[in-house]
């Protein structure tokens, strides 16, 4: 049976950007107000088509699901930081790129890599970059 392609309007790369925005907020929310957070986010997204909605509600529950897999998995990876030290923007994109890199057979590595360094120096500091691709490359050499 062959697997039936959605189009969106969205580039994945804008999904993306969609996902890391409202990650970002498990933050500073409680858990149990998450779901009303993704809610008000997706509603605002007026020009979104609702597969695209879908799409950002399905990849967000599933990064969620596995942060302390992924926060694991990202302190294994660093000396001298850990995720509760980590700047807020680079542990978001961290744990977007991880769960693409370790779950998300949809994403190549290289392009998961690429993308959150692309939302580093877009949302980040001056050395979030660098630092985004360093951690990444530890995790997929250790792979």
Not at 114 to 136: C, D, Q, T, W
């Amino acid at each position: 049976m062959k697997k039936q392609t959605v189009r969106y309007t969205m580039g994945r790369s804008e999904l993306r950007e969609h996902i890391f925005r409202i990650l970002f907020r498990i933050e500073f929310q409680p858990k149990e107000e998450m779901e009303e957070q993704l809610a008000l986010y997706l509603e605002e997204l007026e020009s979104a088509k609702d597969t695209e909605k879908e799409y950002i509600r399905i990849k967000y529950a599933a990064i969620a699901e596995k942060v302390e897999m992924i926060d694991e998995k990202i302190n294994a990876s660093v000396t001298g930081w850990k995720t509760s030290r980590m700047g807020k923007v680079d542990l978001t994109i961290l744990r977007l790129a991880v769960y693409e890199i370790e779950w998300d057979e949809e994403v190549p590595q290289g392009v998961a890599i690429n993308e959150a360094v692309e939302l580093a120096k877009r949302y980040g500091g001056e050395e979030s970059p660098s630092f985004i691709n360093g951690v990444l490359g530890k995790i997929v050499n250790s792979r």
